[in-house]
């Protein structure tokens, strides 16, 4: 009997012993998660006091920066300066180009030349435009000069033998007879360039056409009778070339530069009219070159 107490002691110890065992249990977090709308907000352009850019070997490049007496630093990787944005994104956006320009020169003329004119000196103004093509350092351009060539040089041909001696006659069939012609003239030019740019040079080539306006003297007749060559009458003589240019620009500044220029053109005659009556015209197959030394003003708008 004491035995079977024992035992059932025993069991009932045991049993719940056993069933007091711990466990543990698994506790699981969740983050709660908020999705905000984004809000950009501009703010106005703070004043910075002091900007210090450093930049060391192996190293990140920091901006410092110093407001009210605080410092930040900021890391960056490319630093861009912006000195004034309207003007960088007109540069960007610029792809015509305008300008005007000062020529000063001396200009050679076969025509002249056979009777020992002196080369005269020139003066000039001009306007130019021109486009970007294809890449930014290719352009072509358009623009007009005037030219006053002066020289002290007047053909007298009652002293001296020339091309242009002999008698002539208009289209109405009126006789006149050479006397002289000035060296001096009036120009005006149209050339049609092809820029490229290389640092600050800027070589160009290209074509141009020009009309040139000489003063003339000859005699003709006053309509009295009997007719005779007993007037001397005033003609403008007009010459039109065609040729080719050579220009190299320097640049300065930026709204400045210098250039070398030179230009060769050909005229394949003379048109004459007489001042007081455009009736009286006549063309003459007098062929000659002109050659063009210059220095020239640029001027960038």
Not at 42 to 70: C, H, R, W, Y
Not at 193 to 203: A, L, S
Request: hydrophobic residues 40%; without cysteine; aromatic residues 16%.
């Amino acid at each position: 009997m004491f035995q079977n107490k024992i035992i059932f002691f025993f069991l009932a110890f045991t049993t719940y012993a056993f069933s007091q065992e711990k466990k543990v249990d698994t506790i699981y977090v969740y983050e709660e998660v908020i999705v905000y709308d984004t809000v950009f907000i501009e703010k106005p352009m703070i004043k910075i006091d002091k900007a210090v850019f450093t930049s060391e070997n192996n190293k990140k490049d920091k901006l410092e920066l110093s407001q009210n007496g605080k410092k930040f630093q900021i890391p960056v990787d490319t630093l861009v300066l912006i000195t004034d944005k309207k003007r960088i994104e007109k540069d960007k956006k610029q792809s015509w180009f305008f300008g005007g320009k000062l020529h000063l020169g001396l200009a050679s003329n076969s025509l002249f030349k056979k009777v020992d004119a002196p080369n005269p000196i020139g003066l000039g103004l001009g306007i130019w435009t021109r486009k970007e093509l294809f890449v930014p350092n290719f352009s072509v351009g358009i623009g007009i000069d005037a030219f006053y060539w002066t020289s002290p040089f007047s053909f007298n041909a009652s002293k001296k033998d020339s091309d242009l001696n002999g008698y002539y006659f208009t289209q109405n069939k009126e006789p006149k007879l050479f006397q002289s012609i000035e060296s001096k003239h009036f120009q005006f030019q149209i050339p049609i360039q092809f820029y490229y740019r290389i640092d600050k040079f800027m070589p160009s080539i290209g074509g141009f056409v020009s009309t040139s306006s000489y003063k003339s003297q000859f005699l003709g007749s006053s309509g009295k009778l009997p007719r005779t060559l007993d007037e001397t009458q005033t003609f403008k003589a007009e010459a039109f070339q065609i040729g080719y240019l050579a220009e190299v620009q320097y640049a300065i500044s930026k709204q400045f530069s210098v250039a070398v220029h030179f230009s060769s053109g050909k005229a394949n005659n003379l048109l004459f009219t007489n001042k007081e009556n455009k009736d009286q015209s006549f063309k003459t197959k007098n062929e000659f070159t002109e050659k063009k030394f210059m220095l020239q003003l640029v001027y960038s708008l």
